[in-house]
C-alpha cells in the first residue's frame, strides 16, 4: 500500500511538472504572435543586437551635445515622453553609437569629472533605449517566474521589471563592450569614483527614482550639475522631509536605503543632507536622536500621462 502511495504522487508530481512547463512556455512566449517587434536602430528588432555591436572601439569621448537635444526633446520633468522617444529615436541610437565607439584608452586620458560624466550619461541613455526597445511596457514578457516574483514583489504592471533581465542583460554596447545597467552602476560607478551623489543623477525609470534631468551630464560643469540634483531632489516632499519629533525623523527616498553605505551608513546620510541645510534644519538633522527613515518606492514608469 506504502508503494502504491508513493507511485500515486510521483504520478501526481509529473502531471503538476509537465503543466508547470506549458505554463511557463506560454508565459514566455509573446502576447500576441502578430504583434510587430518594438521599432529600433536601422530597421533590426529589439531582441537584435543594435548596429552599434560590431562598432571597434577607437574613438574619443563624444561632447554629450547630441544626448542634451534628446533628452531636451523628451523629458517632461519628473517624466519622460517614451512615445515621442520610440517614434524620434534616431539621436538617441546615434549618440548610444558614439558611446560604443568611445576607446577605453579615451576614457582612462580625460579626467575624473569627464570620465564619470560619461558613465552617468550611458547609464542614463542605455536606460531609455532599454525601455523604448519594449515600449509599451506590458506583463506576460518575463515567463513565468518572472510574473510570480513581480507578483510578490508588487511591481506595477508598467514597471521596468516587466523586462526580462532588466538590469542584469548585456544590452548597451559602450566603450567597446556590452555592458549591463547593474554593470555600469555596480562594477564601474560606484567602485571607480566613490562618489554618492550619483545616486540623485542615474535613472531607473521609475516615478520615484530620482528625476532625470533635460541636459546631459558633462565634466566641465559635473560637480554643479550633481548638486543641482541633490538639492531638487530635496525640494521634493516625496523624496525629503524633516519630520517634527521627538525625536524628529529625517525621512528619505528608498534608494538612499539601499545604497546607505555609500554614505556611510544612517548617520553618513544626515551628515551628508546637513552640509545643503542650515538653520533649525540643519540642527534637527544632527541631533544624535533623530531618526532616518525612508518612503516606500513606487516602481511605475515615469511615462506622461496619456
Not at 562598432?55 to 537635444?69: E, N
Not at 515622453?81 to 568611445?102: F, K, N, P, S, V
Not at 569627464?114 to 525601455?131: D, G, K, P, T
Not at 544626515?270 to 534644519?281: I, M, Q, V
Amino acid at each position: 500500500m506504502k508503494k502504491s502511495l508513493v507511485l500515486g504522487i510521483a504520478a501526481i508530481a509529473s502531471v503538476v511538472a509537465v503543466v508547470i512547463l506549458v505554463l511557463w512556455q506560454t508565459q514566455a512566449a509573446p502576447a500576441n504572435d502578430d504583434s510587430p517587434d518594438p521599432p529600433s536602430a536601422a530597421g533590426t528588432s529589439a531582441t537584435e543586437a543594435p548596429t552599434d555591436a560590431a562598432m571597434p572601439a577607437t574613438g574619443q569621448i563624444p561632447s554629450h551635445a547630441s544626448f542634451t537635444r534628446v533628452l531636451d526633446e523628451v523629458v517632461r520633468m519628473p517624466r519622460v515622453d517614451y512615445q515621442l522617444l520610440q517614434e524620434r529615436r534616431e539621436g538617441l541610437d546615434a549618440y548610444i553609437e558614439d558611446l560604443a565607439r568611445t576607446s577605453p584608452e579615451a576614457l582612462e586620458a580625460a579626467s575624473r569629472n569627464e570620465q564619470l560624466a560619461f558613465w552617468i550619461n550611458a547609464y542614463n541613455a542605455c536606460m531609455l533605449r532599454l525601455v523604448i526597445d519594449h515600449y509599451p511596457i506590458e506583463t506576460g514578457r518575463t515567463g513565468l517566474f518572472g510574473s510570480i516574483r513581480n507578483r510578490v514583489a508588487g511591481y506595477p504592471d508598467n514597471s521596468v521589471w516587466q523586462i526580462p533581465d532588466v538590469f542584469t542583460r548585456d544590452h548597451c554596447r559602450v566603450a567597446g563592450q556590452d555592458r549591463s545597467q547593474d554593470e555600469i552602476e555596480h562594477e564601474i560607478i560606484r567602485p571607480r569614483f566613490q562618489e554618492p551623489r550619483i545616486h540623485f543623477a542615474v535613472n531607473c525609470a521609475a516615478l520615484s527614482c530620482p528625476v532625470l534631468w533635460p541636459t546631459a551630464y558633462t565634466g566641465d560643469d559635473l560637480d554643479a550639475q550633481l548638486d543641482r540634483a541633490v538639492r531638487h531632489l530635496m525640494e521634493g516632499p516625496g523624496h525629503f522631509r524633516i519630520e517634527d519629533g521627538p525625536p524628529a525623523t529625517l525621512r528619505l527616498n528608498k534608494v538612499l536605503d539601499w545604497y546607505d553605505e555609500d554614505f556611510g551608513g544612517p548617520e553618513g546620510l544626515k551628515t551628508f543632507f546637513a552640509d545643503y541645510l542650515d538653520g533649525e534644519e540643519r540642527e534637527a538633522v544632527l541631533r544624535s536622536d533623530t531618526r532616518v527613515e525612508f518612503f516606500d518606492y513606487d516602481w511605475t514608469l515615469n511615462d506622461v500621462p496619456r
